[in-house]
């Protein structure tokens, strides 16, 4: 058959059995049931390649035909068509993302899925982005911007106080800046965010505020007996210093992870701090956290309010599903809200620090022991599963142990080391300021 000509083609009837025709040149028409299209066929190394046009109409023969040539030219000079095709696809890709804030984007949707970031993690990141970057050079093409301007955005950051931010910041507009070159959207050459832009100082090492004297946790202890906001909050303050465990996992707690009757706490993967790939992988094991009386008493008091199912801390102002629970900052605020600076004194995550320190140095446990209870994993972890079958009883102990230590504190008594022996005693009373 020869070439085709428009009148043919438009006269020929689409079915259901597909069949080509040939125009020439390795340009041929597919006919189908859902509609003709050109595509450019050709031998390579004993097989059939195909490769698409276009729809016809939408490409007409003449394009089709300018198309053919133009591969046959490119196949005459050695090139791999499918090669040539993908390079042309990463430059228009590059072409449509050549702004700072879509390449951005990209970049963390890109993340997301290769390192398996959680979904508040990588909101974290485009959050930082939004702030800082974005409302400055957001909308310009990538490499129109000059190093100084991404300088002055650190440094905004920076001059307000929050080095540690804008050194986040600065790895994230990194990686942005990387992934601008692996897309094609960037020269090498123009690739200047390093570690050393914009001169920002190490961070100063900060550790969460703790309370490590007896006296001082007795007294906290006092304040949160007698705090007068939520039942369910006063429960979570509590709870907190009793069983030290991180206060997000301490927040999304749930009764059916909890038996009350072997007293014992269930904290699945999911539900603690690790990466989302061992939060997925079904051998991962759970966090068991043995509950001392004092615990169990407490959760059997919230158990009618809360209970049976759901949230142990249900959030009682608000229904959402996001919302079940009591929200992240409920713990600092009433800790606040009693008088303790969260930055300076003690805040919900310090409470692991106070009992990592009051342990070893009042209770006399080892290190291997605490840090288990911790969720810390050992330095010579060998088997997972046989190390927490192995310290669960140990914990049981330590935790109880705990709890009696803390009751004393809040009573008045303080711990006075004689040898070996730890007793407690009262504090003489104060003398009275004024008659």
């Known amino acids: 058959m020869g070439q085709l000509s428009e009148t043919q083609i438009k006269a020929i009837k689409t079915g259901p059995k597909e069949f080509f025709l040939n125009d020439g040149d390795n340009l041929f028409l597919r006919v189908r049931d859902t509609g003709k299209a050109w595509v450019y066929r050709y031998e390579k190394d004993g097989k059939t390649v195909k490769l698409g046009l276009g729809p016809y109409p939408a490409v007409t023969l003449a394009q089709a ?39 951005a984007r990209a970049w963390v949707a890109s993340a997301k899925k290769d390192r398996e970031w959680s979904n508040g993690y990588a909101d974290k990141v485009i959050r930082h ?8 050079v957001g909308d310009r093409p990538i490499d129109t911007i000059a190093p100084t301007e991404i300088v002055r955005c650190l440094h905004r950051i920076k001059d307000r106080g929050n080095l540690e931010t804008a050194q986040r910041v600065r790895e994230a507009v990194q990686h942005v800046y990387q992934y601008a070159v692996d897309l094609g959207a960037l020269e090498p050459a123009k690739n200047f965010v390093n570690k050393r832009t914009g001169g920002l100082p190490s961070p100063r090492s900060r550790h969460y505020a703790a309370i490590t004297d007896p006296g001082q946790l007795g007294q906290l202890l006092r304040d949160i007996r007698d705090y007068n906001g939520a ?9 907190a210093p009793m069983v030290f465990q991180r206060p997000g996992q301490l927040r999304l707690s749930e009764w059916q992870d909890i038996d009350l ?12 701090k690790m990466r989302e790939w061992q939060k997925r992988d079904i051998r991962t094991p759970a966090h068991l956290v043995p509950l001392p009386r004092q615990a169990t008493v407490l959760l059997r008091d919230l158990h009618p309010l809360t209970g049976p199912t759901g949230p142990v801390f249900r959030s009682m102002s608000r229904r959402s599903e996001k919302s ?39 209770l006399g446990w ?12 050992s330095d010579e972890e060998l088997g997972g599963s046989y190390d927490r079958a192995t310290f669960l009883v140990q914990r049981k102990t330590m935790v109880q142990q705990w709890a009696d230590f803390l009751d004393d504190l809040e009573a008045g008594k303080m711990p006075v080391e004689e040898g070996n022996v730890r007793r407690f005693v009262r504090p003489p009373a104060r003398p009275a300021l004024y008659g």
């Open 366 to 377: 080892d290190r291997d022991v605490i840090e288990r209870h911790l969720a810390h994993v």
């Open 231 to 239: 039942f369910i909050t006063r429960c979570a303050l509590r709870l």
């Open 65 to 103: 035909r300018a198309k053919a040539y133009e591969a046959n030219s490119l196949r005459a000079d050695g090139q791999d068509l499918k090669e040539v095709r993908r390079q042309k696809e990463e430059r228009e890709r590059a072409a449509r993302l050549n702004t700072f804030e879509l390449l």
């Open 324 to 362: 079940r629970y009591i929200s992240d900052n409920t713990i600092n605020a009433a800790l606040r809200s009693m008088g303790y600076d969260t930055k300076e004194q003690i805040t919900g995550h310090g409470f692991r620090a106070t009992a990592r320190t009051m342990i070893r140095e009042h």
């Open 261 to 272: 009757d072997r007293e014992l706490w269930r904290c699945p993967p999911e539900k603690m």
């Open 129 to 136: 982005l939004e702030i800082h970057i974005f409302p400055w």
